[in-house]
């Protein structure tokens, strides 16, 4: 992968609003298998220097998922340890590095899912937000165990509704409410079910705009609100809290005059947390019956 290649998949990344961190993060580990064995670097030890100039351009081009953070950091490590002698192994060794890397992430989050799905009981009604892989996983696992589903629109991008079309085609009953019922739906469901993009050191979960509101319907109507990740989201207590991200204003077709504030995310205190499901297991949470 050239510089020319680098920069369209790097603006690609930044502009993706569709797929989740997890997701993203994986694209960036194919990105840089890509560049340790396509870029244009012939001294070994430049490579280095550009393949590990590459991994920061991927981890700051969407500061508000902790994944790419992490996962890239992980590659710069073993990066480092790389020997830049023979650059020909070097790009062989650079490439397995960031594929093992990402086989890790599907692994976790294969494990994940088996978790929490093994804590869904059959004919349950989920509540759902925003469009997570790792939900997804959930989901998939759940095919043929009556279980129904309540999903938000998840404004103002919609996608929402490609889960509520995916759920009914894996035979799901699904209901599509807008953002603003969760309040009024809350207490139809026996749990709300989310992914994250950021883990923060205290409990506290970084995901789609509107997950804050249906965690607070959670816990006025005594719903358990259920959150399933990789542990490598989790941010470092040593790193500043995450920048939030702004979609474009003009999806909320603000009238004239008018200025349209689109933010990505929102943060839930981990004191509406019920549970946690990672790939070592199911945490209870300070909000857990």
């Known amino acids: 992968m050239d510089r020319d290649a680098f920069a369209q998949s790097l603006q690609d990344l930044r502009a993706d609003r569709t797929h989740g961190a997890a997701e993203l993060a994986g694209r960036a580990m194919d990105v ?16 280095k220097r550009e393949l590990d100039w590459r991994a920061g351009a991927l981890a700051e081009a969407r500061p508000g998922m902790m994944p790419l953070a992490n996962l890239t950091r992980r590659f710069r490590a073993d990066l480092d340890a790389l020997d830049p002698a023979d650059p020909g192994s070097l790009r062989r060794d650079a490439a397995a590095a960031a594929r093992r890397l990402r086989d890790v992430a599907r692994t976790a989050a294969e494990q994940a899912a088996d978790n929490a ?3 869904i009981s059959a004919g349950s009604t989920l509540l ?10 959930v989901l998939h696992r759940l095919v043929g165990h009556d279980v129904r589903a309540i999903v938000t629109e998840s404004r103002p991008r919609d996608e929402g509704r490609s889960v509520a079309a995916r759920l009914a085609a894996w035979g799901f009953a699904v209901d599509l409410v807008p953002d603003a019922a969760v ?10 079910l989310v ?9 506290g979960v970084v995901n789609k705009a ?14 358990p609100f259920c959150v399933v990740s990789k542990s490598f989201k989790q ?9 939030n991200e702004a979609d474009d204003p003009g999806l909320l077709h603000p009238p004239a005059g008018v200025t349209g504030v689109n933010w990505l995310f929102d943060t839930t205190p981990a004191r509406l947390v019920a549970w946690w499901y990672d790939e070592h297991g199911a945490h209870r949470g300070p909000a857990a019956p």
């Open 32 to 47: 840089l298998e890509e560049s340790a064995r396509g870029a244009a670097v012939t001294d070994g030890a430049a490579l």
């Open 117 to 119: 799905a093994a804590a």
């Open 128 to 137: 759902l937000h925003s469009e997570s892989s790792t939900v997804r996983r």
């Open 183 to 192: 309040g009024l739906m809350a207490d139809r469901a026996d749990l709300a």
């Open 195 to 203: 992914g994250a993009d950021t883990l923060l050191p205290d409990g």
């Open 210 to 223: 509107g997950t804050f509101p249906l965690a607070l319907a959670c816990r006025a109507a005594g719903v």
């Open 235 to 243: 941010r470092p207590g040593d790193m500043p809290p995450p920048d």
